[in-house]
């Protein structure tokens, strides 16, 4: 009996823990709903190939605030891609390329998640805690660095993959790009995207001005 009454005992505290567990990851990383390529200030539309390619920045505060994370504070900028397939085959992204070309000409490449990671840790700027720096010492090397698993699940969930955007459908994602040290990186910039293919053959590669969206005007 007392032996029942032990095991009963033991199971209500694990029930309790995994009631009272950190809410960290209970609510994922939730962007606004993509619409169609051709809804966004920035975009270019190949109507032969019947596809379209947008770039959406997320660099002011009420849009960046979809995130956990001041990426900005920590110099990258959080760049929405957005493909639309209005074909009726699929547009394969295995060999995309994606390319943020700033006004001086110098060519940035979007951050990887190990990137991510180092200068998240080096700055320590974590959700919940803006420029309190990390106890030492920092990870050693072949560790992950010490950022929040929180941190961790919203870089997995916001990325873009390359997976096939299947006819009449889109994919988006983010990228991030290092823009530490730069003055206005859109002003004068453009997004270039190659490598998309169809049946074997590339599409024609998209050059996307982003004038086109720090011009944008509602309504007009």
Known sequence: MKLYSICTLLLILLVLAAVNLPADNKKAFDPPRATHAKTYPAHEAH???KVSVAIDPFDLADKAAVFKVNYRDNGFLPVRVII?????????????????????????????KDDLYRRLARTGKTPGKPGV????????????????????????????????VEPHSLHSGFVFFDVSGIDNPEAGAHVYVAGMKVDGRELFYFDIPLEKYLSYQPGK
Not at 85 to 106: A, G, H, Q
Not at 141 to 149: H, T
């Open 84 to 112: 639309s397939n209005d074909s009726d085959k699929p547009v394969m992204l295995n060999d995309l390329s994606i390319e943020f070309i700033t006004v001086n000409r110098r060519k940035l490449e979007p951050a990887d």
């Open 47 to 49: 109507d032969d190939e």
């Open 133 to 164: 720096p990390l106890p030492l010492p920092l990870p050693k090397r072949g560790q992950k660095p010490a950022v929040s698993n929180e941190t961790l699940a919203e870089i997995d969930a916001a990325q873009f993959y390359t997976f096939p």
